[in-house]
Protein backbone atom coordinates (compact mmCIF):
# COMPACT_ATOMS: atom_id res chain seq x y z
CA UNK A 1 0.00 0.00 0.00
CA UNK A 2 0.94 3.64 -0.23
CA UNK A 3 0.20 6.92 1.08
CA UNK A 4 -0.16 10.44 0.72
CA UNK A 5 -0.81 13.71 2.54
CA UNK A 6 -0.68 17.16 2.40
CA UNK A 7 1.45 18.98 4.83
CA UNK A 8 0.44 21.99 5.67
CA UNK A 9 2.49 25.16 7.32
CA UNK A 10 0.50 26.13 10.55
CA UNK A 11 1.18 29.89 9.97
CA UNK A 12 0.35 32.46 7.26
CA UNK A 13 3.73 34.47 7.55
CA UNK A 14 6.60 32.38 8.38
CA UNK A 15 6.86 28.80 8.24
CA UNK A 16 7.02 27.46 12.37
CA UNK A 17 5.37 23.85 12.02
CA UNK A 18 3.18 22.09 9.00
CA UNK A 19 0.63 19.98 9.82
CA UNK A 20 -0.89 16.90 8.11
CA UNK A 21 -4.83 15.66 8.78
CA UNK A 22 -5.05 12.29 10.30
CA UNK A 23 -8.49 10.00 10.79
CA UNK A 24 -8.26 8.19 14.03
CA UNK A 25 -10.93 5.37 15.34
CA UNK A 26 -14.53 4.51 14.45
CA UNK A 27 -16.40 6.72 13.22
CA UNK A 28 -13.26 8.51 12.13
CA UNK A 29 -12.04 11.67 14.38
CA UNK A 30 -9.77 13.50 11.86
CA UNK A 31 -6.96 15.73 14.19
CA UNK A 32 -4.07 18.16 12.01
CA UNK A 33 -1.01 17.02 13.65
CA UNK A 34 2.26 17.55 13.12
CA UNK A 35 4.67 14.97 11.41
CA UNK A 36 8.19 15.03 13.56
CA UNK A 37 11.00 12.82 12.47
CA UNK A 38 13.06 13.90 15.44
CA UNK A 39 10.86 12.06 17.57
CA UNK A 40 8.63 8.69 17.93
CA UNK A 41 5.49 9.39 20.32
CA UNK A 42 2.60 9.59 18.20
CA UNK A 43 0.23 11.47 20.75
CA UNK A 44 -2.76 13.63 20.49
CA UNK A 45 -4.92 16.64 22.58
CA UNK A 46 -7.40 14.05 23.96
CA UNK A 47 -10.47 13.97 25.91
CA UNK A 48 -8.67 13.32 28.88
CA UNK A 49 -7.13 16.93 29.12
CA UNK A 50 -8.12 19.22 31.62
CA UNK A 51 -10.24 22.25 29.57
CA UNK A 52 -7.77 24.83 30.59
CA UNK A 53 -4.99 23.42 28.30
CA UNK A 54 -7.09 23.15 25.27
CA UNK A 55 -7.34 26.65 23.34
CA UNK A 56 -9.27 25.39 19.68
CA UNK A 57 -7.54 22.16 19.57
CA UNK A 58 -9.39 19.05 18.10
CA UNK A 59 -9.31 15.68 20.15
CA UNK A 60 -8.98 12.18 20.11
CA UNK A 61 -11.84 11.26 22.31
CA UNK A 62 -11.22 6.97 22.42
CA UNK A 63 -14.46 6.60 24.58
CA UNK A 64 -16.26 7.69 21.00
CA UNK A 65 -14.38 5.08 19.31
CA UNK A 66 -15.65 1.54 18.65
CA UNK A 67 -12.71 0.88 17.98
CA UNK A 68 -10.13 1.75 21.03
CA UNK A 69 -8.95 0.10 23.27
CA UNK A 70 -6.99 0.83 26.71
CA UNK A 71 -3.47 -0.13 26.94
CA UNK A 72 -4.05 -0.91 30.48
CA UNK A 73 -1.14 0.10 32.71
CA UNK A 74 0.52 2.39 30.06
CA UNK A 75 2.00 5.94 30.37
CA UNK A 76 4.21 8.19 28.50
CA UNK A 77 5.68 11.08 28.68
CA UNK A 78 7.78 13.56 26.42
CA UNK A 79 9.64 16.62 26.40
CA UNK A 80 11.31 17.81 23.32
CA UNK A 81 14.85 19.95 22.94
CA UNK A 82 12.52 23.27 23.10
CA UNK A 83 11.25 22.50 26.19
CA UNK A 84 7.95 21.63 25.02
CA UNK A 85 6.69 18.68 26.49
CA UNK A 86 2.94 16.32 27.34
CA UNK A 87 2.05 13.20 29.15
CA UNK A 88 -0.87 10.97 29.05
CA UNK A 89 -2.03 7.48 28.94
CA UNK A 90 -2.46 5.23 26.05
CA UNK A 91 -5.21 3.13 23.67
CA UNK A 92 -4.51 1.43 20.82
CA UNK A 93 -7.65 2.39 17.61
CA UNK A 94 -7.22 2.67 13.89
CA UNK A 95 -5.01 5.46 11.87
CA UNK A 96 -4.95 6.60 8.86
CA UNK A 97 -2.88 8.89 6.87
CA UNK A 98 -3.54 10.02 3.07
CA UNK A 99 -5.21 6.50 2.01
CA UNK A 100 -2.97 4.37 4.35
CA UNK A 101 -4.36 2.20 7.65
CA UNK A 102 -3.15 0.98 10.22
CA UNK A 103 -4.94 -1.29 12.68
CA UNK A 104 -4.12 -1.11 16.17
CA UNK A 105 -1.75 1.95 16.22
CA UNK A 106 -0.48 3.01 20.09
CA UNK A 107 -2.37 7.06 20.22
CA UNK A 108 -1.15 8.33 23.09
CA UNK A 109 -3.76 10.46 24.55
CA UNK A 110 -2.19 13.71 26.29
CA UNK A 111 -3.94 14.57 30.13
CA UNK A 112 -1.14 17.30 30.47
CA UNK A 113 0.73 19.13 27.50
CA UNK A 114 2.69 22.21 28.34
CA UNK A 115 2.29 25.93 27.54
CA UNK A 116 3.31 26.09 24.25
CA UNK A 117 1.61 23.29 23.07
CA UNK A 118 -1.79 24.81 24.46
CA UNK A 119 -1.19 27.97 22.96
CA UNK A 120 -0.07 26.87 19.19
CA UNK A 121 -4.02 26.29 18.03
CA UNK A 122 -3.31 24.17 14.86
CA UNK A 123 -1.12 21.35 16.30
CA UNK A 124 -3.26 19.04 17.66
CA UNK A 125 -0.83 16.58 18.54
CA UNK A 126 2.54 15.03 17.09
CA UNK A 127 3.37 11.57 14.71
CA UNK A 128 6.59 10.47 15.68
CA UNK A 129 8.44 9.10 12.85
CA UNK A 130 12.05 9.03 14.33
CA UNK A 131 13.43 5.65 15.23
CA UNK A 132 10.67 3.48 17.54
CA UNK A 133 13.73 2.82 20.10
CA UNK A 134 12.67 6.75 21.06
CA UNK A 135 9.25 6.15 22.01
CA UNK A 136 8.86 6.95 25.49
CA UNK A 137 5.56 4.54 26.11
CA UNK A 138 5.79 2.40 29.37
CA UNK A 139 6.33 -0.81 30.38
CA UNK A 140 6.31 -1.24 27.03
CA UNK A 141 7.64 0.86 24.54
CA UNK A 142 5.27 1.72 20.99
CA UNK A 143 5.96 1.43 17.12
CA UNK A 144 5.69 4.52 15.59
CA UNK A 145 2.98 4.71 12.59
CA UNK A 146 5.85 4.15 9.87
CA UNK A 147 7.03 1.19 11.62
CA UNK A 148 3.54 -0.40 11.82
CA UNK A 149 2.79 0.88 8.36
CA UNK A 150 6.02 -0.80 6.58
CA UNK A 151 5.13 -4.02 6.15
CA UNK A 152 2.42 -3.14 4.06
CA UNK A 153 3.84 -0.50 2.09
CA UNK A 154 5.02 -0.59 -1.29
CA UNK A 155 8.67 0.56 -0.58
CA UNK A 156 9.54 0.64 3.19
CA UNK A 157 9.99 4.57 2.72
CA UNK A 158 8.01 8.03 3.68
CA UNK A 159 9.44 11.16 1.74
CA UNK A 160 8.78 14.77 2.66
CA UNK A 161 8.51 17.22 0.20
CA UNK A 162 8.14 20.64 2.64
CA UNK A 163 7.45 23.80 0.84
CA UNK A 164 8.35 28.08 1.60
CA UNK A 165 4.60 29.35 2.81
CA UNK A 166 3.00 26.41 0.74
CA UNK A 167 1.48 23.17 1.32
CA UNK A 168 3.99 20.21 0.31
CA UNK A 169 3.31 16.46 0.78
CA UNK A 170 4.29 13.38 2.92
CA UNK A 171 4.22 10.11 1.31
CA UNK A 172 4.59 6.77 2.40
CA UNK A 173 5.81 3.84 0.63
CA UNK A 174 6.85 5.09 -2.81
CA UNK A 175 8.73 7.80 -4.63
CA UNK A 176 6.94 10.17 -6.88
CA UNK A 177 9.25 10.88 -10.08
CA UNK A 178 7.24 14.12 -10.29
CA UNK A 179 8.33 15.74 -6.94
CA UNK A 180 11.92 15.74 -7.77
CA UNK A 181 14.79 16.91 -10.43
CA UNK A 182 17.70 15.13 -11.15
CA UNK A 183 19.44 11.88 -9.19
CA UNK A 184 18.35 10.98 -5.63
CA UNK A 185 21.71 11.16 -3.31
CA UNK A 186 21.87 8.59 -0.65
CA UNK A 187 24.16 8.25 2.24
CA UNK A 188 23.58 6.42 5.37
CA UNK A 189 21.74 6.75 8.68
CA UNK A 190 22.95 5.79 12.19
CA UNK A 191 19.81 5.26 13.66
CA UNK A 192 21.54 4.15 16.56
CA UNK A 193 20.63 7.81 18.58
CA UNK A 194 17.41 7.16 17.33
CA UNK A 195 16.95 10.02 14.88
CA UNK A 196 17.90 9.93 10.98
CA UNK A 197 21.66 10.94 12.03
CA UNK A 198 23.25 11.24 8.71
CA UNK A 199 26.49 12.79 7.13
CA UNK A 200 26.89 15.87 5.35
CA UNK A 201 29.70 16.68 2.92
CA UNK A 202 30.09 20.62 3.64
CA UNK A 203 28.90 23.94 3.13
CA UNK A 204 29.33 27.28 1.59
CA UNK A 205 27.87 30.73 2.33
CA UNK A 206 26.82 32.55 -0.45
CA UNK A 207 28.63 32.43 -3.66
CA UNK A 208 32.21 31.75 -2.08
CA UNK A 209 33.77 28.25 -1.77
CA UNK A 210 32.52 24.84 -0.61
CA UNK A 211 34.16 23.70 2.42
CA UNK A 212 34.46 19.76 2.81
CA UNK A 213 33.53 19.22 6.13
CA UNK A 214 32.09 16.21 7.50
CA UNK A 215 28.97 17.09 9.66
CA UNK A 216 26.68 14.64 11.00
CA UNK A 217 23.11 15.61 11.53
CA UNK A 218 19.98 14.97 11.90
CA UNK A 219 16.82 15.31 9.28
CA UNK A 220 14.07 16.30 11.86
CA UNK A 221 10.63 17.94 9.90
CA UNK A 222 9.58 18.79 13.24
CA UNK A 223 12.27 21.57 14.46
CA UNK A 224 11.56 24.56 12.25
CA UNK A 225 15.46 25.86 11.86
CA UNK A 226 18.59 24.50 11.00
CA UNK A 227 21.07 24.36 13.99
CA UNK A 228 24.85 24.07 13.07
CA UNK A 229 28.34 24.34 14.30
CA UNK A 230 29.32 27.75 15.61
CA UNK A 231 32.29 28.01 13.30
CA UNK A 232 29.75 27.58 9.97
CA UNK A 233 27.19 29.75 11.59
CA UNK A 234 29.65 32.72 12.32
CA UNK A 235 31.36 32.23 8.86
CA UNK A 236 27.16 32.65 7.14
CA UNK A 237 26.43 35.92 9.59
CA UNK A 238 30.21 37.66 8.93
CA UNK A 239 28.44 38.07 5.74
CA UNK A 240 25.35 40.26 7.45
CA UNK A 241 25.34 43.80 7.87
CA UNK A 242 24.44 44.63 11.07
CA UNK A 243 23.83 40.73 12.21
CA UNK A 244 24.93 40.07 15.59
CA UNK A 245 24.59 36.76 18.14
CA UNK A 246 21.97 38.24 20.11
CA UNK A 247 21.47 36.67 24.14
CA UNK A 248 17.90 38.10 24.79
CA UNK A 249 16.61 36.57 21.15
CA UNK A 250 18.29 33.73 21.93
CA UNK A 251 20.52 33.76 18.60
CA UNK A 252 21.56 35.67 15.21
CA UNK A 253 19.27 38.30 14.20
CA UNK A 254 20.11 40.81 11.86
CA UNK A 255 17.73 44.11 10.44
CA UNK A 256 15.16 42.50 8.14
CA UNK A 257 15.89 44.75 5.10
CA UNK A 258 19.66 43.22 5.52
CA UNK A 259 20.55 41.33 2.17
CA UNK A 260 21.22 37.45 3.23
CA UNK A 261 23.52 35.41 1.36
CA UNK A 262 22.13 31.83 -0.02
CA UNK A 263 23.79 28.82 2.41
CA UNK A 264 24.79 25.81 0.31
CA UNK A 265 25.81 22.41 2.07
CA UNK A 266 26.72 18.82 0.76
CA UNK A 267 25.07 15.44 0.75
CA UNK A 268 27.76 13.34 -0.67
CA UNK A 269 28.92 15.43 -4.04
CA UNK A 270 25.15 16.30 -4.39
CA UNK A 271 24.74 20.41 -3.16
CA UNK A 272 21.75 22.01 -2.17
CA UNK A 273 21.27 25.76 -1.67
CA UNK A 274 18.93 27.13 0.50
CA UNK A 275 17.56 30.78 -0.85
CA UNK A 276 17.95 33.69 1.18
CA UNK A 277 14.82 34.17 1.55
CA UNK A 278 14.14 30.97 3.90
CA UNK A 279 16.73 32.24 6.33
CA UNK A 280 14.98 35.61 6.79
CA UNK A 281 12.89 33.29 8.83
CA UNK A 282 11.24 35.90 11.29
CA UNK A 283 10.41 39.32 12.55
CA UNK A 284 11.50 38.74 16.26
CA UNK A 285 8.05 39.78 17.04
CA UNK A 286 5.11 40.79 15.00
CA UNK A 287 6.34 44.26 13.07
CA UNK A 288 10.08 44.37 14.49
CA UNK A 289 12.33 45.59 11.73
CA UNK A 290 15.05 43.04 13.19
CA UNK A 291 14.33 39.61 12.10
CA UNK A 292 16.14 35.85 13.40
CA UNK A 293 17.46 34.01 11.34
CA UNK A 294 16.63 30.49 10.24
CA UNK A 295 20.29 29.32 10.57
CA UNK A 296 21.72 29.11 14.39
CA UNK A 297 24.38 27.45 16.60
CA UNK A 298 23.71 24.24 17.42
CA UNK A 299 25.95 24.77 20.00
CA UNK A 300 23.63 25.05 23.16
CA UNK A 301 21.64 22.11 21.32
CA UNK A 302 24.18 19.41 21.30
CA UNK A 303 23.76 17.95 17.22
CA UNK A 304 23.57 19.57 14.94
CA UNK A 305 19.78 19.36 13.28
CA UNK A 306 18.36 19.89 9.59
CA UNK A 307 15.24 21.29 9.93
CA UNK A 308 12.45 22.50 8.20
CA UNK A 309 14.57 25.47 6.54
CA UNK A 310 16.77 22.82 4.83
CA UNK A 311 14.12 20.23 4.34
CA UNK A 312 11.93 22.89 2.66
CA UNK A 313 15.01 23.13 -0.14
CA UNK A 314 15.00 19.41 -1.59
CA UNK A 315 12.96 16.57 -1.61
CA UNK A 316 14.23 14.18 1.06
CA UNK A 317 13.74 9.91 0.85
CA UNK A 318 13.80 7.89 4.40
CA UNK A 319 14.54 4.88 4.10
CA UNK A 320 13.71 2.43 6.12
CA UNK A 321 15.21 -0.64 4.59
CA UNK A 322 18.10 -2.32 6.04
CA UNK A 323 20.09 -0.58 7.04
CA UNK A 324 18.09 2.43 6.68
CA UNK A 325 19.26 5.70 4.16
CA UNK A 326 18.38 8.72 3.86
CA UNK A 327 18.30 10.32 0.19
CA UNK A 328 18.51 13.85 -1.16
CA UNK A 329 16.95 15.56 -4.30
CA UNK A 330 16.68 18.55 -5.97
CA UNK A 331 13.10 20.41 -6.85
O1 LIG B 1 11.84 20.95 20.15
C1 LIG B 1 11.96 20.83 18.95
N1 LIG B 1 13.14 21.04 18.34
C2 LIG B 1 14.24 21.58 19.07
C3 LIG B 1 14.32 23.08 18.75
C4 LIG B 1 15.51 23.73 19.45
C5 LIG B 1 16.79 22.98 19.12
C6 LIG B 1 16.70 21.52 19.44
C7 LIG B 1 15.52 20.84 18.73
N2 LIG B 1 10.93 20.47 18.12
C8 LIG B 1 9.59 20.51 18.64
C9 LIG B 1 8.90 21.80 18.25
O2 LIG B 1 9.62 22.90 18.73
C10 LIG B 1 7.50 21.75 18.81
N3 LIG B 1 6.75 23.03 18.61
C11 LIG B 1 5.56 23.09 19.45
C12 LIG B 1 4.93 24.46 19.35
C13 LIG B 1 4.65 24.83 17.90
C14 LIG B 1 5.84 24.64 17.00
C15 LIG B 1 6.47 23.25 17.16
C16 LIG B 1 6.83 20.52 18.23
O3 LIG B 1 6.77 19.50 19.23
C17 LIG B 1 7.94 18.68 19.15
C18 LIG B 1 8.77 19.33 18.09
O4 LIG B 1 7.72 19.91 17.31
Redesign the pocket.
Known sequence: GTGSAAAVP?NADFD??YVTPVTLGTPPQTLQL?F?S??SDLWVFSSHLPTSQIRGQQIYAPNKSSTAKLLDGHSWSIT?????GSRGNVYTDNVTVGGLTVGSQAIECAQQVSS??T??DH?DG?VGLGFSTLNTVSPKSQLTFFDNAKSNLDSPVFTADLKYKQAGTYDFGFIDEAKYTGEITYVPVNSDPGYWTFPSSGYAVGSGNFTASSISGIA?T????V?LPTAIVTAYYRQVQGATNSRSYGGYVFPCASTLPTFTFGVGAARFTIPAAYLNYAPVTPGSATCFGGLQS?S????N?W?DVALKAAFVVFNGGNPPTIGWAAK
Open positions: IIADDGSYGDGSSFTEILDGTSLYSGVGIIG
